[in-house]
């Protein structure tokens, strides 16, 4: 059993950056595929972005292309989620999430979870 462990929340003017970060602990955490999510207030979670198990594939949600960058570092068992450009729009609390399958936008297709890590952009 993986278990997810997200930092690097805060509150950031527009157009800043923050990098979140995914601490994972289990032995199986190389193997599985990692994705970002977020919800905002009154909403939906949603897709942000997923790399597969070893990093060389990488997928983003087309409103965080471009200015999103997620990563792994396998020997540290940490997923990154670098995030410039950031506007309003992308407050919301940011979860961290494994699967054992492939690419997936899907929330119902993770298997563990993070407890999440808020991310507020003021105007």
């Known amino acids: 059993q993986v278990q997810l462990v997200e930092s690097g929340g805060g509150l950031v003017q527009a157009g800043g950056s923050l990098r979140l970060s995914c601490a994972a602990s289990?032995?199986?955490?190389?193997?599985?595929?990692s994705g970002w999510f977020r919800q905002a207030p009154g909403k939906e979670r949603e897709f942000v972005a997923y790399v597969n198990w070893s990093g060389g594939s990488t997928r983003y949600a087309d409103s965080v292309k471009g200015r999103f960058t997620i990563s792994r570092d396998s020997a540290k068992n940490t997923v990154y989620l670098q995030m410039n450009s950031l506007k309003p729009e992308d407050t919301a609390v940011y979860y961290c999430?494994?699967?054992?399958?492939?690419?997936?936008?899907?929330?119902?297709?993770?298997?563990?979870w993070g407890q999440g890590t808020q991310v507020t952009v003021s105007s």
């Open positions: 999430a494994a699967q054992k399958t492939g690419f997936d936008d899907r929330a119902e297709s993770y298997e563990c």
């Open positions: 289990g032995r199986t955490f190389s193997s599985v595929s």
